[in-house]
């Protein structure tokens, strides 16, 4: 059962990048790293996944250790739309054996700045 | 474009009353997921299902909880006899195929609250 530990909380000034941290030591090598963000009062929404090189799309870039034992998200240029609780999850890319969902633990409640 | 739709989208009730809760996925999408998020937490797993199939339940509570995915209709979480600690916002998800490598699009969530 795979886990995850982030920070609690961060703070970062708007226009400026973000580097939320997740410590995944028990990940296994078929799981995946899924990013959601929750908005208050709204349900999750999808930021970026990968599994061992680094991503980019048009939310967010992530930044996977060699190890794959931690990540790292990064929003290049932080709004303040963007702040949220950010959650890092582990899903395998196979079924069979263990839960089929995402398991969130308490994120890290992002406050931007302006 | 519709997303993930959920309704209703706040529900009261008693002590010992049923709560239906109705998910819709977004449309093609055959793959069904509930969690549960209770105040200051994070989301918890519950179900998975598929077009009339159960796939993964471990997350749901053995005893009141039930959930179904008809060929035709919404999906349904349905709570028996519900109880204080019931109370917390249900999520659905739906995805077009299985785990690992696909996006979970999910619904704005249904928030149950018990008296």
């Known amino acids: 059962d795979a886990k995850t530990t982030q920070p609690n909380s961060m703070e970062s000034n708007e226009e400026e990048p973000v580097h939320l941290p997740c410590n995944h030591s028990?990940?296994?090598?078929?799981?995946?790293i899924h990013w959601y963000r929750q908005l208050p009062s709204q349900g999750p929404e999808y930021v970026i996944h990968?599994?061992?090189s680094n991503v980019n799309n048009r939310m967010a870039s992530l930044a996977i250790a060699e190890d794959r034992k931690s990540s790292t998200l990064i929003l290049h240029r932080a709004t303040l739309r963007d702040a949220a609780v950010y959650y890092c999850?582990?899903?395998?890319?196979?079924?069979?054996?263990?839960?089929?969902?995402?398991?969130f633990g308490k994120g890290t409640h992002l406050i931007i700045q302006p | 474009n519709a997303g993930v739709m959920q309704n209703p989208r706040h529900l009261v009730r008693r002590r010992g009353q049923e709560a239906r809760l109705r998910c819709s996925p977004v449309?093609?999408?055959?793959?069904v997921y509930w969690y549960r998020q209770l105040p200051e937490e994070g989301l918890k797993f519950m179900v998975y299902?598929?077009?009339?199939?159960?796939?993964?339940e471990s997350g749901m509570p053995k005893e009141r909880f039930s959930a179904e995915f008809p060929k035709e209709g919404p999906s349904i979480l349905r709570i028996q006899q519900v109880v204080r600690g019931d109370s917390a916002a249900y999520f659905c998800?739906?995805?077009?195929?299985?785990?690992?490598?696909?996006?979970?699009?999910f619904g704005p969530g249904t928030r149950l609250t018990v008296l």
């Open positions: 990968g599994l061992t």
């Open positions: 028990t990940i296994s090598g078929t799981d995946y």
């Open positions: 998800a739906s995805s077009p195929a299985q785990r690992g490598t696909d996006t979970q699009y």
């Open positions: 299902l598929q077009k009339e199939n159960i796939i993964d």
């Open positions: 449309k093609g999408h055959s793959h």
């Open positions: 999850s582990l899903l395998p890319s196979n079924s069979g054996g263990g839960a089929d969902g995402l398991t």
